[in-house]
């Protein structure tokens, strides 16, 4: 029984990638990831909403009837997004600022509600757990590629507005603007899709 | 009987989910709005801090809507003016704070809160953006294309920024630093001599000879004007005698004629800051 728990998770961040597979969630992911902190701070907000939304729509999936599924599970991830949003106004306000309204749009995200619909509104608690820290976990991953791509040469530097700044170039570095600007979002998820897809015919994963 | 017991367990299922909701939700605000104040208070005194240096103590003052914090030293002594106020932009308002020593200075500006376009309004956050009005005066143009720039693809965010900049410096500077709306002139510094200077009537330039003896201004003759003859003829009996009289520009120009009064006023301040600055007068040839 193990190891369908540890297939729960794997299957979010390889073969069921939310990004890169399953194409999900677009919306945040082109638009917050210009610098890495903040790729990474969506991905895991989007981490604790899943996780927290799959575990109690999992448990109540015997009490919610069928016609209302759709409208119950909104108000559960609005209420979990709503939450972490003021746990992070509270706890890390340059996140918060960065982030600015797609924390709220985390709502609508579709990677929640198609795991709710999908996974969690029919599978037992635990594997639910699994699923949401997996698919969570994936989506991280694809922001992370898609922010460090875009920072590093879209803006010439790494873990910028951190602790860990690090400017990469040097002073004449002209960092290539457009990946920071929304096109150069589309341009480089395009061909990290494109890079991915070769992976993963190498590899035979389909 | 049957549709009816479903019917109400859609409803109750639905009235518990949002009533644990709205429970969950007024609890978590209750643990997280503290804080939220506290840390925007601390970020704003901190701000405050860093603007001025010495600060001790301030006061809250309230004027239309926005807030002035008179900013004092040690001692008590005024330093200045850290105002917070909200401008529509782009997106939204942005809600910002500047900082204005007691000259009628920039030095600090803030943006609290906006929801401009990410990558393309918010460059408003940004210090590069933000440093060119730091140093700018209340007497400043603080226009976009002269002193300061907006940033092109952020027009709307950045230009309706600037203009609330320029009127809420104009609001402090007038209302809590009691500074002046234009420089004082020290008429004993001009020389000797006789001086020419133009103002804005109400029609077009009104034109006067100032002649300066001994530190003070002995006649003050108009030269050319295009005002109304029985106005102007109001004004120039009025003004010039005001002026010498005084030794001071700071006249009662509200006459019956003020358009022309005013005008006057200015021809002899241009007058006499040409004789102060040979090199280079307000109204130079352009």
Redo the contacts between chains.
């Keep these: 029984m193990k190891n369908s728990y540890l297939a729960d998770i794997t299957r979010g961040i390889f073969k069921e990638n939310p990004t890169f597979r399953l194409v999900l969630g677009m919306c945040p992911t082109l638009a917050v990831t210009v610098l890495v902190k903040n790729g990474l701070g969506m991905g895991l907000a989007v981490v604790a909403v899943l996780t927290c939304s799959n575990i109690v729509i999992s448990s109540l999936r015997r009490f919610i009837p069928e016609q209302v599924r759709i409208p119950c599970y909104i108000v559960i991830i609005a209420t979990f997004v709503s939450i972490v949003e003021m746990v992070l106004q509270a706890f890390v306000p340059s996140l918060y600022a960065a982030l600015g309204v797609f924390v709220p749009l985390i709502v609508v995200n579709c990677i929640i509600l198609g795991r709710a619909e999908a996974f969690a509104g029919k599978q037992p608690v635990l594997r639910s757990l699994c699923d949401g820290i997996g698919s969570g976990l994936g989506f991280t991953l694809g922001l992370l590629l898609l922010s460090l791509v875009r920072e590093v040469f879209g803006n010439g530097t790494l873990l910028a507005e951190t602790n860990y700044a690090v400017q990469l170039f040097g002073p004449n570095f002209e960092p290539m603007r457009l990946l920071a600007q929304p096109a150069g979002a589309f341009l480089v998820l395009g061909l990290l899709l494109a890079l991915t897809n070769i992976v993963f015919k190498r590899l035979q994963i389909e | 009987m049957s549709d009816l017991k ?1 019917l109400l ?2 409803i109750l ?2 009235v518990v ?2 009533a644990v ?1 709205a429970g ?2 007024a609890g ?2 209750l ?3 503290p ?2 104040a506290r ?1 925007q208070e601390e ?1 704003y005194r901190a701000a405050l801090q860093e603007y001025f240096p010495q600060a001790a103590d301030y006061k809250r003052e309230n004027l239309e809507g926005d807030a002035f914090d008179l900013v004092y030293d040690a001692a008590g002594g005024l330093l200045g003016v850290m105002a917070s106020t909200a401008v529509q932009g782009y997106g939204g308002p942005i809600s910002y704070n500047l900082a204005v020593d007691k000259e009628g200075r920039i030095v600090g500006l803030r943006i609290v ?1 906006h ?1 401009e376009t ?2 393309v309004g918010d460059v408003i956050e940004k210090s590069q953006f933000q440093q060119q009005f730091i140093g700018k005066g209340y007497r400043d143009p603080l226009k976009p294309g002269e002193d300061v720039d907006t940033v092109s693809g952020a027009t709307i965010s950045t230009s309706s920024l600037i203009e609330s900049i320029r009127s809420l410096l104009t609001v402090v500077a007038e209302n809590f630093l009691q500074l002046e709306d234009e420089e004082a002139i020290d008429i004993s510094a001009v020389p000797d001599g006789t001086y020419r200077g133009t103002g804005e009537g109400l029609f077009d330039k009104i034109v006067v000879d100032v002649t300066v003896a001994g530190g003070r201004i002995t006649v003050i003759e108009i030269v050319e004007h295009s005002e109304t003859p029985t106005y102007m003829a109001e004004a120039a009996a009025l003004i010039p005698p005001q002026i010498i009289d005084q030794q001071s520009l700071d006249v009662d120009t509200k006459t019956g004629a003020t358009g022309s009064s005013n005008g006057i006023v200015e021809a002899v301040r241009d007058a006499l800051i040409r004789a102060l600055n040979p090199e280079g007068g307000e109204n130079n040839e352009e």
């Design positions: 479903h367990k859609i299922t639905l989910v949002t909701s969950l939700l978590a605000n643990l997280t709005a804080i939220i840390q970020e809160e929801s990410q990558g």
